[in-house]
Structures are given as structure tokens and as C-alpha cells.
Nanobody, 125 residues
Framework: QVQLVESGGGSVQAGGSLRLSCAAS????????MYWFRQAPGKERERVAA????????YYADSVKGRFTISQDNAKNTLYLQMNNLQPEDTAMYYC??????????????????WGQGTQVTVSS
């Protein structure tokens, strides 16, 4: 059974940093694309970042490019999101997600089958 457990959220002032972690169990980290999403109240869910197996390729939404960094530690089966220069508009519940279909043909499957419970990030001005 796949489980994803996020941690690291909290409250910071604008300009501050947080590092989110997503610990995975029952899952072979090295074969699948993984993602961070966020959702603020009244807004649609937004895919913030993605990482391909091996960590060699990453994707970022324009809204976080240059400020957030996604990474993974296969030995620890943990996904990370380093968030720097946080702004009030980054306030949201942050979720990690994982595909159930393995990466192949240079493409992430984007089935987002597995989700964590979320961790709240609040940024005050």
C-alpha cells in the first residue's frame, strides 16, 4: 500500500523559507515522476513542481520558478520542496503526489494516483 506523508509546513513572514518533505512508503521511488501541488481556498489546484526519476529533469510553474526547488532522495524515499522568498500568494495547502504508472518514453504519466494528506503553508506580509 502506497503512503505519502508530507511535513514541514508552517507560518513564515514574506521573504522567508520553508522546506517541505514527502516521505513515501510502499513505493519504488526511482521509477516514477513525482509532484508538488498546492491549493488555496477558493482557488483551483495548481501543479507547482515535478521531478522525473533520477532527478535530472524538473518542471516548475511560472509562479514559483526561481524560488522553489524540487528534489528527491531515493535512499530515503523522500521528496522535497525547498521554498525560498515566500510571498503571501504562496499561502496554500501543499500536497505531494505520485504516478502509479512508471515513467517511460521521456514522458511522465501524470495519473496522480497517490496523494499525501497535505501540509499548510501560510505566509504573512
Amino acid at each position: 500500500q502506497v503512503q505519502l506523508v508530507e511535513s514541514g509546513g508552517g507560518s513564515v513572514q514574506a521573504g522567508g523559507s520553508l522546506r517541505l518533505s514527502c516521505a513515501a512508503s510502499g513505493y519504488t521511488f526511482s521509477r516514477y515522476c513525482m509532484y508538488w501541488f498546492r491549493q488555496a481556498p477558493g482557488k483551483e489546484r495548481e501543479r507547482v513542481a515535478a521531478i522525473y526519476p533520477g532527478g535530472g529533469r524538473t518542471y516548475y510553474a511560472d509562479s514559483v520558478k526561481g524560488r522553489f526547488t524540487i528534489s528527491q532522495d531515493n535512499a530515503k524515499n523522500t521528496l522535497y520542496l525547498q521554498m525560498n522568498n515566500l510571498q503571501p500568494e504562496d499561502t496554500a495547502m501543499y500536497y505531494c503526489a505520485a504516478d502509479s504508472l512508471p515513467y517511460g518514453g521521456g514522458v511522465c504519466q501524470k495519473d496522480y494516483k497517490y496523494w499525501g494528506q497535505g501540509t499548510q503553508v501560510t505566509v504573512s506580509s
